[in-house]
C-alpha cells in the first residue's frame, strides 16, 4: 500500500519549469518538521490515505486523458518514504507522453538512488539545519543525491527556501559552503510564502545577502515564489 494524500491536476509552480501543466500525486508522511511547511496536512499518515498501485494508476490515467499533462509531479510530504515507490514508478513510466518529475528533501540518498533511472527530473530542497523542528541535519545527504544526479546526467532542480528569520554570519556561511561544495550552475531561490505575503523585510534582506554571496560562483541565480498559492484554482 502507498500513502497519497490527493492526486489532482494543476500547474508547475516552482522552478524552471514553472507554468508547466502537471498532474501531481501528494505523499502523505514526512521526516522532517520544516518551519516553513505550506502542506502540513501532509505530515502525517492516516488511514485513509492507504491506496494500491492500481488505483492510483486508474485516477493519473483519468486526468492525463483530460489534461495531457507535461509532468507527474511526486510531492509530499517525502515521496521517497513509499517503499512501493519504485513499482508505482515502473507503471507510470509505461506512458511515454510524460514525464516524471520528482520533488524531495534530499534526505534519503539510497531510496533516491532506487528511483533514480525512473525519473525524469529532480527537484532538490536545500534544507538547512535550523529550520528543522526535529534538529536533524540532512546536509549530507542532499550533497549525496545532487551527486547522484550528476553522476547520473539528471535535469536536475536546486532549491533553497528563504525564510523571514534573521540569518547570521554562520548561516551565509554554511550556505557558501554548501553551494560551493555542489558546483551549480545555477540555483532557485524561494522566498517563504508567509513572511512574503506579511511584508516581513528579512526575507528580501536575506535574498540580496544570499544573491551578493553567491552570484560570484553561481552563474545563474533565480528568485521565484511559490506561485501555486495564487493559481492553483486554474483547471
Known sequence: MINVREIFFSYQAEGKYIGSPTVFIRFSGCNLRCIYCDTKSAIKVRKKDKTTIKEIISKIQKLVDKYRPMFISLTGGEPLL??????????????????????????????????????????????????????KNVIQNSLKVISLCKKYHKDFIVKLVVTGNI?????????????????????????????????????????????????????????????????????
Not at 535574498?207 to 484554482?233: D, E, T
Request: net charge positive; glycine share 2%.
Open 82 to 135: 513509499q517503499r512501493e515507490l519504485p513499482e508505482l514508478l515502473k507503471e507510470l513510466t509505461k506512458n511515454k507522453t510524460y514525464k516524471i518529475y520528482l520533488e524531495t528533501n534530499a534526505s534519503i540518498p539510497e531510496r533516491f538512488k532506487s528511483v533514480i533511472n525512473l525519473v525524469d527530473v529532480c527537484a532538490v530542497n536545500i534544507k538547512l539545519p535550523k529550520d528543522d523542528r526535529l534538529g
Open 167 to 235: 540569518y547570521d554570519k554562520q548561516d551565509m556561511d554554511l550556505i557558501k559552503k554548501i553551494t560551493k561544495m555542489i558546483k551549480l550552475n545555477e540555483i532557485i531561490l524561494q522566498p517563504e510564502t508567509y513572511s512574503l505575503k506579511k511584508g516581513n523585510k528579512n526575507v528580501f534582506i536575506n535574498i540580496c545577502n544570499i544573491f551578493n554571496v553567491l552570484y560570484r560562483f553561481i552563474p545563474r541565480i533565480h528568485i521565484i515564489p511559490q506561485l501555486h498559492k495564487f493559481i492553483w484554482r486554474i483547471k
